[in-house]
């Protein structure tokens, strides 16, 4: 087929006459060619994938990148070898959970502990952030006293992404902390996160 059968360059089709913009630029005229299908549909799935990404983690559950660092930081620590002051996973005994409890002094200490090691996924107050509410009824793991907080801070809840604290923290860190947590029951912070776990009934 030689060059002279083919129309001229600029010359638009008797089938894409309805397709011809009413301007042009500088002697260019445009044509309403629609996009790809897939390419459409391929966009409309980013964008709604878009929405929900920013609606999760934006203003939803979803943790923010500082409590994301946080946990993780905490799992290496779990990783690390106890120290010569720490408690080796043991627990303490049910005496010194409630002299703890019942100590201003240990409470405070409990709380820097708290603070820093508990925080980015329990909240400032305890409400629950990616971790569960310490402050109401609802237990997930055991009932919520003193002796079953101290087992899975000791132990951890590995597959919630929960490291075993037994190995970090100091006997003392470890007694204090587990105080602070039963301190918090029946605080009802602001913004709670809801009921998880089993109702249970508390004595100390």
Known sequence: MSDSKLPPKNTILSDEKALLLDHDYDGIQELDHP???????????C???GIGYMGYYMTGPGPSSKQELSKAMAEIEALKPPSANGSAG???????LMKAFKDSASLNHGHE???????ACHGDKGQGLIGPNLTDDFW???????????????????????PP???VLTATELKDVV???????????????PAQ???QTFKD
């Open 113 to 119: 502990v708290y603070t820093t090691k508990c925080l």
């Open 35 to 45: 996009l790809p299908r897939w390419w459409v549909w391929g966009f409309v799935c």
């Open 47 to 49: 964008v709604i994938f």
């Open 165 to 167: 604290w037994g190995p």
């Open 197 to 199: 776990g089993n109702q």
């Open 90 to 96: 043991s627990e303490p005994s049910a005496e010194e």
């Open 179 to 193: 105080a602070f947590v039963h301190s918090l029951h029946g605080t009802n912070p602001a913004g709670a996160k």
């Open 140 to 162: 997930i793991h055991g009932t919520g006293n003193l002796a079953d907080v101290a087992h899975v801070v000791t132990t951890g809840v590995p597959e919630k992404g929960m």
